[in-house]
């Protein structure tokens, strides 16, 4: 069973600060999306990763592949108030016609 | 905007009832997926759905949960006789083929069904 582990689970940090949060697995996938979710409402696609050592700039939000990808990483630049939310990592199963599995999410405050 | 439709929205039965959930997925979209999410954690995966089929149902449980994506009308997950520990939120998603980099999951709101 492949597994998605996120880090940190909880984060507050002050308007302005830089923060990045990480999508480890043992597993390799054969893409992996990053999804947030506001209070409420559904998860909402930011980004998808397909190739190892890909980045991907999203204004202050840079997502990467690892190299083998088996993780990734959101860097926030300048975190702002409207950055809060739940960040989920999502990975494709090769092996099960990509199905799509999510890790627990990272809970991300930030404080004006 | 014709995006994932859910309903309803907010759902309370009382232990040992049925609940109905409805998942309308966008158009054109054939694949049909339903989550579920306790507070403080992440999706779960319950079941895929293509249009009268059920292709993947490994993360439901086996009694009293059961869905369907008839080929006409919304796709539907029933939970009967309702527990204290169905109370979550459910989410559907759907994509226009197999789920994958080129198709990736539009979601609804979810409905938050409380089993009091």
């Known amino acids: 069973t492949q597994l998605l582990e996120q880090s940190p689970q909880f984060l507050s940090i002050q308007e302005g600060e830089n923060l990045t949060v990480y999508c480890n697995s043992s597993?390799?996938?054969?893409?992996l999306q990053w999804y947030r979710q506001e209070p409420g409402e559904g998860p909402v696609l930011l980004v998808t990763?397909?190739?190892?050592?890909e980045v991907k700039k999203l204004k202050r939000l840079t997502f990467q592949f690892g190299d083998a990808r088996k993780d990734s990483s959101l860097h926030i630049t300048a975190a702002q108030p409207g950055d809060t939310g739940l960040y989920l990592c999502?990975?494709?199963?090769?092996?099960?016609?990509?199905?799509?599995?999510f890790g627990k999410g990272t809970r991300l405050h930030i404080l004006p | 905007n014709a995006g994932v439709m859910q309903n309803p929205r907010h759902l309370v039965r009382r232990r040992g009832q049925e609940a109905r959930l409805r998942c309308s997925p966008m158009?054109?979209?054939?694949?049909v997926y339903w989550y579920r999410q306790l507070p403080e954690e992440g999706l779960k995966f319950m079941v895929y759905?293509?249009?009268?089929?059920?292709?993947?149902e490994s993360g439901m449980p086996k009694e009293r949960f059961s869905a369907e994506f008839p080929k006409e009308g919304p796709s539907i997950l029933r939970i009967q006789q309702v527990v204290r520990g169905d109370s979550a939120a459910y989410f559907c998603?759907?994509?226009?083929?197999?789920?994958?980099?080129?198709?990736?999951?539009?979601f609804g709101n979810g409905t938050r069904l409380t089993v009091t």
């Open positions: 998603a759907s994509s226009p083929q197999v789920s994958s980099y080129n198709s990736p999951l539009h």
């Open positions: 597993s390799v996938f054969s893409s």
């Open positions: 990763v397909v190739t190892g050592g």
């Open positions: 999502a990975g494709g199963d090769a092996n099960r016609d990509d199905k799509i599995i």
């Open positions: 158009k054109g979209h054939s694949h």
């Open positions: 759905l293509q249009k009268e089929n059920i292709i993947d």
